[in-house]
């Protein structure tokens, strides 16, 4: 079935609309602070699309990254009594558990790691402003640690061209469904743990 390839095509056109940017920055602040989906399944296609702009797209996802890291740092420290059963109902809850012992563990480092990793930076933005971590400190590693990832992506789709457009194409489909065969026994792995 080629459903991924017409999903490619589909996320390619949308990477190339006037207001992509606008859209771009949205899901990055979002992201951060209480949505799900991340960045980088937007930045990538844009920067396949226009590799010219790859570094801005890059630097925006970034910018807009750490803003809505601050609003999740925001949201911890003024509210984390409010959201603790969504954190609980969106099943967020072990992160959120995992967070405070890195942060007793390694303190701020421990944003970097969520802010560079595809662990949920979200629930360490919030977590960190829940403990009251060190701002300056948090700040910093924030910009850090999504810096390199989303400068890291850039630049790999920036070097990668044409030749892994070309690749990606031909094999998004059988990528996909391998994706989906690895979250599918990630899912079971974890709940057999758990």
């Not at 026994?185 to 709940?191: D, H, T």
């Amino acid at each position: 079935m080629r459903i991924f390839s017409h999903l490619y095509d589909r996320v390619i056109s949308w990477a190339a609309h006037r207001h992509a940017q606008w859209y771009l920055a949205a899901l990055s602040f979002a992201e951060s602070s209480f949505f799900p989906i991340p960045p980088d399944v937007m930045l990538a296609p844009m920067c396949l699309a226009d590799r010219k702009n790859a570094w801005k797209f890059a630097a925006i996802t970034t910018l807009m990254s750490v803003v809505g890291g601050v609003f999740g740092y925001l949201i911890g420290f003024y509210l984390i009594d409010a959201i603790e059963p969504w954190i609980h109902t969106a099943g967020f809850w072990p992160d959120y558990l995992r967070a405070h012992e890195w942060f007793s563990e390694w303190g701020v480092l421990a944003v970097f790691v969520a802010g560079f990793s595809p662990i949920p930076y979200k629930v360490f933005t919030i977590a960190a402003g829940a403990v009251v971590l060190n701002f300056p400190g948090f700040l910093l590693a924030s910009i850090i640690g999504r810096a390199s990832r989303f400068f890291l992506v850039a630049g790999i789709l920036f070097v990668g061209g044409d030749q892994l457009q070309a690749g990606l194409k031909r094999y998004v489909d059988r990528l996909g469904w391998l994706v989906v065969a690895l979250a599918i026994v990630v899912f079971g792995y974890f709940k057999l743990q758990g």
